[in-house]
């Protein structure tokens, strides 16, 4: 066993000459490809960040004058007004708290629960893999309805507490099927051999499988961790309550700043009354910048996983 | 050595479930650790060391959450011994909040349902207050017994509705309903004429257009915009009754003499209004646009300053009046105009308060100190707090002049549009009863938004200049004066509690889509009859509109007979 | 080393084989730990997922929180009834036309935007620059995690009839002479809504094909390009057929959620005079139940889309399946 993990950690180093060699023969027809690849790549870049420059733009414009539009990529009546209206919202210490709480908690416990669901769901020899991933996979595609998981949730204490955000989420069928492709995905060699020095599926797990699945792991809990970060769903509905404050999550603080605009139940005569103003464009830029900038931040890291051959290429079938 | 693996399986398969098992243990634990019983989100009154009681409320409306330790908020609980958190709408729809709270039973101590209230009754949720409220005379004389008779169910009264209580008499100067508007710039370039009728309307605005085609800095102007974004399409959909001459009863025109419901979608001038508004579209008067705009472009639009006009509600293009006059457009903004289809018809685009039945604050079931929570809302009506609740403190959100008038500084009133500086330091208790009109001091208005010194205040020259052609001094004086209510007026309170599962209900709904599709269509069709022959053919073969009539006929025959005081 | 693993392999592969003839409580005692690991989780699915679908009563009652499930009245396929139009409630040519429009804007995102996410991972794995190559990635999925009102107002801004940039840039280059209403036709409305979902999701969805990529083997692409294999006949035939198994999976998966096709795009960009061809499933029960409170109505979809979600992945999972292909169950 030992001697079996040693190997594929020495395999690694090979990896690399290799791929040196591979990309220093360029023949005319790749040279055109790389034009070709390069032109579709920045024009596809330039589509995207144009919208995103020109929100971050108006989010540092007033948010009177930007009411007359004619905003392209830089402010026109430069303000930090927006940015203060939206960090100075009393919730937000508390909010980015939970946040960060929750979505550290909430993938840890998630990529772990979720991974060790798909090793067992990955063996060829398990009894009930059929009926458990059929069990699984359902569960994508049907809802009891808002109300009926609610009473389930309140029934279990999970309302008005933090653990609702972690359990109710934490195996999820969609991320343990792509785990479980790429599990499939491994020679099954490497675990077969583990087994016959004496392995448990424990170890297997833990030494061999997990390691080998990094690439994927990363995917994953960049997936779950967005999730956590961008939900405010289960924040309104079990958590909303007059004594929740302390659980309240960026989103849903953001949510609050959206909802005036696409709220679908207003009548006239009830918005008359209120006396309620839009929350202006430009704060919402603010407060979408606000929300998703540190989350956006967790990509770069995990994209050292993405590096083709680090771990497979070790193990040749 | 596989005995020591399958126990650490099963050890770990033990420690999952006790993990998911515990967490509810977990949660309680941390919430006795808060110092306040877990009482699931509302009911349990707190009592801070100063013995300041803290309630609950939940609005299901949108709305601004204000800052816990509000100055204002702060300074009333000081003087009344309590404060109250108040929750708002978000992301989701008022009955589907009110649905989950009751399927839960966790009410917090005040609720406004909105569209909920009826399923608020149904479940038992609320307390009747006549039963209590002798202690408390400013809750029960906030109205007259005639209107708490109307706001009755089963014999009692569950809410109190906040708004439309004018004390003394109205003091409005904003008009704040629907009307035509027009920029004063286009009236101003005519010599102030009168517009009577739409033809006028249009025609002034046409050669306007005409003669000026683009603002001073080269803009092409617009000569009208529809809104059509949503629940907000009314700016397209119900002029026809106002054209006529009828109240904003919302879903119908009720007949004055048979007291019967009439469907104004399909009258003829619903059809003339209509049909001019198919021909200005095809002169190119009407924005091609308009009918896909959003409600955030409409206002983008409207805050250039190039739009001559437009109907709409005072309040929904509020936003948009402001950036006008921050880029020193003030010849660019709105003043209503009462416009009617045919000459001799006399508008009632002006409505007093109405007293709205169908909503209002509640006490729930889930409160643990009923007579604490009445002596909140009591106390909320007292005139000392009433001025802190609407005006603010004395000396910082206001200044009292020698002869007792409220005003404020430039300072003051910019603060007091602020998002930011309201949360941390202004408590209106928005949706709780409150007064309109006057100030109990009987020298003030109530609020400072229809105090007649600040509205002169920030009146933009120019339409100052066209108040004097007119000869008024408010914009509430441009359209006529409101009449007495009739009694079944306004009828939206009671269309806006129809759910689609009832027929007239879902005839309701049916005529929203229809219209909503429809309309656009009719406006911009090359031929316009057999554009709206099409639309009635399929809006009578989809809306049963004789259902949704008799339902609105009975009620309006129930108000009648409550304000007579015969049942 | 890789000899000795494929030998053993081969030697347990047999042995497996031989075990299965031995009977089912054997195997039970032989996979204790995989089944003891396994309990929890069916106890968990079982509590959070299986347990809630009690709420499916709901659909056959006329549903009243204030009197809950169990004293609700039933109403036996009424609301199905009225949600399909099905006599004698009143004739229903709308909600066809809305589980058209779903499916159609389900299939255009489903095709369109496993093709594009595939699409942009290979062209971006294939990119030299490596620093260039981490830029175009993070930039590509800042979109995701704009709200659908931002993204709204974005797709207003670009459409505009009179500033909008696409139909300047088409004024421009003299294809059109005047600016197109885009958001008043109802033939351009699904593919706007398929267009917003690609720039909002395409760089979001290309991760997971990303990280599939890197379980290639390296050697493969060696061995290819020593025999002279161009770039894209190393695309054809190393990278797509090791991206298959994560494909098909993802696409069975998604096959399931067609009548997913959304809710927010369609309500923010929709208008009347395109309502037809916008309205979804979910912007249907909102307007004709849930936004009055009538979860029943609700619930009856609920259950109509998920029956259709499963037929579809059983049939698709029993195709790949035959084809000897990764499936889901």
Same mark, same amino acid.
């Given at each position: 066993?030992?001697?079996?993990?040693?190997?594929?950690?020495?395999?690694?180093?090979?990896?690399?000459?290799?791929?040196?060699?591979?990309?220093?023969?360029?023949?005319?027809?790749?040279?055109?490809?790389?034009?070709?690849?390069?032109?579709?790549?920045?024009?596809?870049?330039?589509?995207?960040?144009?919208?995103?420059?020109?929100?971050?733009?108006?989010?540092?414009?007033?948010?009177?004058?930007?009411?007359?539009?004619?905003?392209?990529?830089?402010?026109?009546?430069?303000?930090?007004?927006?940015?203060?209206?939206?960090?100075?919202?009393?919730?937000?210490?508390?909010?980015?708290?939970?946040?960060?709480?929750?979505?550290?908690?909430?993938?840890?416990?998630?990529?772990?629960?979720?991974?060790?669901?798909?090793?067992?769901?990955?063996?060829?020899?398990?009894?009930?893999?059929?009926?458990?991933?059929?069990?699984?996979?359902?569960?994508?595609?049907?809802?009891?309805?808002?109300?009926?998981?609610?009473?389930?949730?309140?029934?279990?204490?999970?309302?008005?507490?933090?653990?609702?955000?972690?359990?109710?989420?934490?195996?999820?069928?969609?991320?343990?099927?792509?785990?479980?492709?790429?599990?499939?995905?491994?020679?099954?060699?490497?675990?077969?051999?583990?087994?016959?020095?004496?392995?448990?599926?424990?170890?297997?797990?833990?030494?061999?499988?997990?390691?080998?699945?990094?690439?994927?792991?990363?995917?994953?809990?960049?997936?779950?961790?967005?999730?956590?970060?961008?939900?405010?769903?289960?924040?309104?509905?079990?958590?909303?309550?007059?004594?929740?404050?302390?659980?309240?999550?960026?989103?849903?603080?953001?949510?609050?700043?959206?909802?005036?605009?696409?709220?679908?139940?207003?009548?006239?005569?009830?918005?008359?009354?209120?006396?309620?103003?839009?929350?202006?464009?430009?704060?919402?830029?603010?407060?979408?910048?606000?929300?998703?900038?540190?989350?956006?931040?967790?990509?770069?890291?995990?994209?050292?996983?993405?590096?083709?051959?680090?771990?497979?290429?070790?193990?040749?079938? | 050595?596989?005995?020591?693996?399958?126990?650490?399986?099963?050890?770990?398969?033990?420690?999952?479930?006790?993990?998911?098992?515990?967490?509810?243990?977990?949660?309680?634990?941390?919430?006795?650790?808060?110092?306040?019983?877990?009482?699931?989100?509302?009911?349990?009154?707190?009592?801070?060391?100063?013995?300041?009681?803290?309630?609950?409320?939940?609005?299901?409306?949108?709305?601004?959450?204000?800052?816990?330790?509000?100055?204002?908020?702060?300074?009333?609980?000081?003087?009344?011994?309590?404060?109250?958190?108040?929750?708002?709408?978000?992301?989701?729809?008022?009955?589907?909040?009110?649905?989950?709270?009751?399927?839960?039973?966790?009410?917090?101590?005040?609720?406004?349902?909105?569209?909920?209230?009826?399923?608020?009754?149904?479940?038992?949720?609320?307390?009747?207050?006549?039963?209590?409220?002798?202690?408390?005379?400013?809750?029960?004389?906030?109205?007259?017994?005639?209107?708490?008779?109307?706001?009755?169910?089963?014999?009692?009264?569950?809410?109190?509705?906040?708004?439309?209580?004018?004390?003394?008499?109205?003091?409005?100067?904003?008009?704040?309903?629907?009307?035509?508007?027009?920029?004063?710039?286009?009236?101003?370039?005519?010599?102030?004429?009168?517009?009577?009728?739409?033809?006028?309307?249009?025609?002034?605005?046409?050669?306007?257009?005409?003669?000026?085609?683009?603002?001073?800095?080269?803009?092409?102007?617009?000569?009208?915009?529809?809104?059509?974004?949503?629940?907000?399409?009314?700016?397209?959909?119900?002029?026809?009754?106002?054209?006529?001459?009828?109240?904003?009863?919302?879903?119908?025109?009720?007949?004055?003499?048979?007291?019967?419901?009439?469907?104004?979608?399909?009258?003829?001038?619903?059809?003339?209004?209509?049909?001019?508004?198919?021909?200005?579209?095809?002169?190119?008067?009407?924005?091609?646009?308009?009918?896909?705009?959003?409600?955030?472009?409409?206002?983008?639009?409207?805050?250039?300053?190039?739009?001559?006009?437009?109907?709409?509600?005072?309040?929904?293009?509020?936003?948009?009046?402001?950036?006008?006059?921050?880029?020193?457009?003030?010849?660019?903004?709105?003043?209503?105009?009462?416009?009617?289809?045919?000459?001799?018809?006399?508008?009632?685009?002006?409505?007093?308060?109405?007293?709205?039945?169908?909503?209002?604050?509640?006490?729930?079931?889930?409160?643990?100190?009923?007579?604490?929570?009445?002596?909140?809302?009591?106390?909320?009506?007292?005139?000392?707090?009433?001025?802190?609740?609407?005006?603010?403190?004395?000396?910082?959100?206001?200044?009292?002049?020698?002869?007792?008038?409220?005003?404020?500084?430039?300072?003051?009133?910019?603060?007091?549009?602020?998002?930011?500086?309201?949360?941390?330091?202004?408590?209106?208790?928005?949706?709780?009863?409150?007064?309109?009109?006057?100030?109990?001091?009987?020298?003030?208005?109530?609020?400072?938004?229809?105090?007649?010194?600040?509205?002169?205040?920030?009146?933009?020259?120019?339409?100052?200049?066209?108040?004097?052609?007119?000869?008024?001094?408010?914009?509430?004086?441009?359209?006529?004066?409101?009449?007495?209510?009739?009694?079944?007026?306004?009828?939206?309170?009671?269309?806006?509690?129809?759910?689609?599962?009832?027929?007239?209900?879902?005839?309701?709904?049916?005529?929203?889509?229809?219209?909503?599709?429809?309309?656009?269509?009719?406006?911009?069709?090359?031929?316009?009859?057999?554009?709206?022959?099409?639309?009635?053919?399929?809006?009578?073969?989809?809306?049963?509109?004789?259902?949704?009539?008799?339902?609105?006929?009975?009620?309006?025959?129930?108000?009648?007979?409550?304000?007579?005081?015969?049942? | 080393?890789?000899?000795?693993?494929?030998?053993?392999?081969?030697?347990?592969?047999?042995?497996?084989?031989?075990?299965?003839?031995?009977?089912?409580?054997?195997?039970?005692?032989?996979?204790?730990?995989?089944?003891?690991?396994?309990?929890?989780?069916?106890?968990?699915?079982?509590?959070?997922?299986?347990?809630?679908?009690?709420?499916?009563?709901?659909?056959?009652?006329?549903?009243?929180?204030?009197?809950?499930?169990?004293?609700?009245?039933?109403?036996?396929?009424?609301?199905?009834?009225?949600?399909?139009?099905?006599?004698?409630?009143?004739?229903?040519?709308?909600?066809?036309?809305?589980?058209?429009?779903?499916?159609?804007?389900?299939?255009?995102?489903?095709?369109?935007?496993?093709?594009?996410?595939?699409?942009?991972?290979?062209?971006?794995?294939?990119?030299?620059?490596?620093?260039?190559?981490?830029?175009?990635?993070?930039?590509?999925?800042?979109?995701?995690?704009? *709200?659908?009102?931002?993204? %709204? =107002? +974005?797709?207003?801004?670009?459409? @505009?009839?009179?500033?909008?940039? &696409?139909?300047?840039?088409?004024?421009?280059?003299?294809?059109?002479?005047?600016?197109?209403?885009?958001?008043?036709?109802?033939?351009?409305?699904?593919?706007?809504?398929?267009?917003?979902?690609?720039?909002?999701?395409?760089?979001?969805?290309?991760?997971?094909?990303?990280?599939?990529?890197?379980?290639?083997?390296?050697?493969?692409?060696?061995?290819?390009?020593?025999?002279?294999?161009?770039?894209?006949?190393?695309?054809?035939?190393?990278?797509?057929?090791?991206?298959?198994?994560?494909?098909?999976?993802?696409?069975?998966?998604?096959?399931?959620?067609?009548?997913?096709?959304?809710?927010?795009?369609?309500?923010?960009?929709?208008?009347?005079?395109?309502?037809?061809?916008?309205?979804?499933?979910?912007?249907?029960?909102?307007?004709?139940?849930?936004?009055?409170?009538?979860? *029943?109505?609700?619930?009856? %979809? =609920? +259950?109509?889309?998920?029956?259709? @979600?499963?037929?579809?992945?059983? &049939?698709?999972?029993?195709?790949?399946?035959?084809?000897?292909?990764?499936?889901?169950?």
């Amino acid at each position: 066993m030992a001697e079996l993990t040693k190997a594929i950690a020495e395999e690694k180093p090979s990896v690399k000459p290799k791929k040196k060699s591979s990309t220093s023969r360029r023949s005319t027809g790749d040279i055109v490809f790389d034009v070709i690849n390069t032109i579709i790549l920045i024009v596809f870049t330039v589509i995207i960040l144009y919208p995103l420059l020109n929100m971050v733009a108006i989010s540092f414009n007033d948010g009177t004058d930007a009411l007359r539009g004619g905003i392209y990529l830089w402010p026109r009546a430069f303000t930090t007004k927006n940015y203060s209206t939206v960090l100075s919202k009393q919730s937000m210490p508390v909010a980015v708290r939970v946040t960060v709480l929750r979505t550290i908690i909430g993938t840890l416990s998630s990529t772990f629960v979720t991974a060790l669901l798909a090793y067992i769901l990955s063996r060829k020899e398990f009894l009930f893999k059929k009926q458990l991933s059929l069990l699984y996979v359902i569960t994508m595609y049907v809802s009891g309805g808002l109300i009926p998981v609610f009473l389930v949730y309140k029934k279990l204490n999970l309302t008005h507490s933090f653990w609702v955000y972690i359990i109710p989420g934490m195996v999820s069928a969609w991320n343990m099927l792509v785990l479980r492709t790429y599990m499939n995905g491994l020679p099954d060699s490497l675990a077969e051999s583990a087994m016959m020095d004496g392995a448990g599926h424990l170890t297997i797990f833990f030494r061999i499988i997990l390691p080998l699945c990094m690439p994927v792991i990363a995917t994953v809990s960049l997936f779950t961790a967005v999730y956590h970060w961008n939900s405010w769903f289960d924040v309104m509905i079990y958590n909303n309550g007059a004594k929740d404050a302390n659980l309240t999550t960026l989103q849903f603080e953001l949510q609050k700043l959206l909802s005036s605009v696409t709220n679908n139940s207003a009548s006239a005569e009830t918005m008359k009354e209120a006396n309620n103003t839009v929350t202006p464009t430009t704060v919402r830029a603010a407060a979408t910048v606000v929300t998703s900038l540190p989350i956006i931040c967790l990509y770069p890291f995990l994209q050292r996983y993405f590096v083709a051959g680090l771990t497979i290429g070790g193990v040749k079938e | 050595m596989k005995k020591i693996k399958s126990i650490a399986a099963f050890t770990l398969a033990l420690a999952m479930m006790a993990g998911m098992g515990a967490c509810g243990k977990t949660d309680s634990d941390s919430d006795s650790k808060g110092g306040s019983a877990n009482n699931a989100g509302g009911g349990s009154v707190e009592v801070d060391e100063d013995g300041i009681k803290t309630f609950t409320a939940f609005f299901a409306v949108p709305g601004n959450e204000v800052d816990k330790g509000n100055r204002v908020q702060e300074a009333i609980a000081k003087e009344i011994g309590a404060r109250c958190e108040m929750k708002w709408l978000t992301g989701q729809t008022a009955d589907e909040a009110v649905g989950i709270m009751i399927a839960g039973e966790e009410y917090p101590d005040f609720i406004d349902g909105s569209t909920g209230y009826s399923k608020l009754l149904d479940a038992g949720a609320l307390i009747p207050l006549d039963e209590y409220w002798d202690d408390y005379p400013n809750i029960k004389n906030f109205y007259s017994e005639a209107e708490w008779n109307s706001v009755k169910v089963d014999g009692h009264v569950y809410i109190v509705p906040q708004f439309g209580n004018d004390y003394m008499y109205s003091t409005d100067c904003v008009h704040n309903d629907e009307a035509f508007w027009i920029q004063t710039r286009v009236l101003k370039w005519d010599n102030y004429p009168k517009i009577e009728t739409l033809d006028e309307y249009f025609d002034l605005i046409e050669r306007y257009l005409e003669a000026n085609p683009t603002m001073e800095d080269g803009t092409p102007n617009i000569g009208y915009e529809i809104l059509c974004d949503d629940w907000r399409y009314f700016c397209l959909e119900n002029a026809p009754f106002f054209l006529d001459g009828y109240p904003n009863d919302g879903c119908c025109i009720v007949d004055r003499d048979t007291h019967k419901a009439i469907d104004y979608n399909t009258t003829p001038t619903a059809k003339r209004y209509f049909q001019k508004l198919n021909e200005e579209y095809k002169k190119g008067i009407i924005d091609p646009e308009t009918f896909t705009m959003n409600y955030d472009t409409y206002i983008s639009k409207l805050s250039t300053g190039r739009v001559c006009g437009m109907v709409d509600q005072h309040w929904d293009f509020n936003d948009a009046e402001l950036a006008i006059k921050s880029q020193g457009l003030d010849d660019n903004t709105y003043v209503p105009v009462g416009v009617v289809i045919d000459k001799g018809i006399e508008e009632h685009y002006h409505s007093g308060s109405t007293l709205d039945v169908s909503n209002g604050v509640g006490i729930t079931t889930s409160c643990k100190d009923i007579p604490g929570a009445l002596k909140f809302m009591n106390d909320l009506l007292d005139p000392k707090i009433l001025t802190l609740r609407n005006w603010g403190e004395k000396d910082v959100d206001y200044l009292v002049g020698d002869d007792g008038i409220f005003y404020r500084t430039d300072e003051m009133r910019s603060n007091a549009n602020d998002q930011t500086y309201i949360n941390a330091n202004l408590c209106p208790y928005a949706y709780f009863p409150n007064y309109k009109g006057m100030d109990h001091d009987e020298i003030n208005a109530c609020n400072p938004s229809s105090q007649p010194s600040e509205f002169y205040e920030s009146l933009p020259e120019p339409v100052k200049e066209c108040f004097d052609a007119y000869g008024v001094q408010t914009y509430v004086q441009m359209t006529n004066k409101s009449g007495e209510n009739a009694p079944w007026y306004p009828m939206w309170s009671y269309s806006n509690t129809f759910t689609a599962d009832t027929d007239y209900g879902l005839a309701k709904v049916n005529m929203d889509e229809v219209k909503h599709e429809y309309l656009p269509k009719v406006v911009i069709a090359d031929d316009f009859d057999a554009a709206w022959d099409e639309y009635m053919s399929v809006y009578n073969e989809r809306c049963d509109i004789d259902c949704y009539l008799n339902a609105l006929d009975t009620e309006i025959q129930r108000r009648i007979d409550v304000a007579e005081g015969n049942s | 080393m890789s000899k000795n693993v494929a030998l053993a392999a081969d030697g347990n592969a047999a042995a497996l084989k031989a075990e299965n003839k031995k009977s089912f409580w054997k195997q039970v005692k032989n996979q204790k730990t995989l089944i003891l690991l396994s309990i929890p989780f069916v106890v968990y699915v079982i509590i959070f997922c299986y347990v809630p679908l009690v709420g499916w009563i709901m659909a056959f009652q006329n549903y009243k929180p204030a009197k809950g499930l169990l004293n609700s009245e039933f109403v036996g396929l009424d609301k199905f009834k009225r949600l399909f139009g099905v006599a004698p409630f009143p004739k229903n040519d709308v909600f066809l036309g809305v589980i058209r429009n779903t499916l159609a804007m389900g299939l255009i995102n489903l095709v369109l935007g496993t093709v594009c996410a595939i699409a942009f991972a290979i062209l971006l794995s294939e990119f030299r620059s490596r620093g260039g190559k981490k830029v175009i990635q993070t930039i590509s999925y800042l979109p995701h995690f704009l *709200s659908w009102v931002i993204v %709204a =107002g +974005i797709v207003f801004d670009v459409l @505009s009839m009179e500033n909008g940039m &696409l139909n300047k840039l088409l004024v421009g280059l003299g294809i059109v002479d005047k600016g197109v209403n885009w958001l008043a036709e109802p033939k351009y409305f699904w593919w706007i809504v398929a267009f917003t979902n690609l720039w909002k999701e395409t760089g979001w969805n290309s991760i997971i094909y990303l990280a599939a990529i890197t379980s290639i083997n390296p050697d493969l692409y060696e061995a290819a390009s020593i025999d002279g294999a161009g770039r894209l006949s190393r695309i054809w035939h190393i990278t797509l057929p090791g991206l298959k198994p994560t494909i098909l999976i993802l696409l069975i998966m998604n096959v399931g959620n067609v009548l997913n096709a959304g809710f927010d795009i369609q309500y923010l960009l929709g208008n009347g005079l395109v309502q037809r061809y916008s309205q979804t499933i979910d912007i249907y029960v909102l307007k004709y139940g849930i936004s009055q409170g009538d979860y *029943s109505i609700g619930t009856a %979809a =609920g +259950i109509f889309k998920s029956l259709v @979600s499963i037929i579809l992945i059983f &049939l698709a999972n029993r195709t790949a399946k035959a084809m000897g292909e990764e499936h889901l169950f």
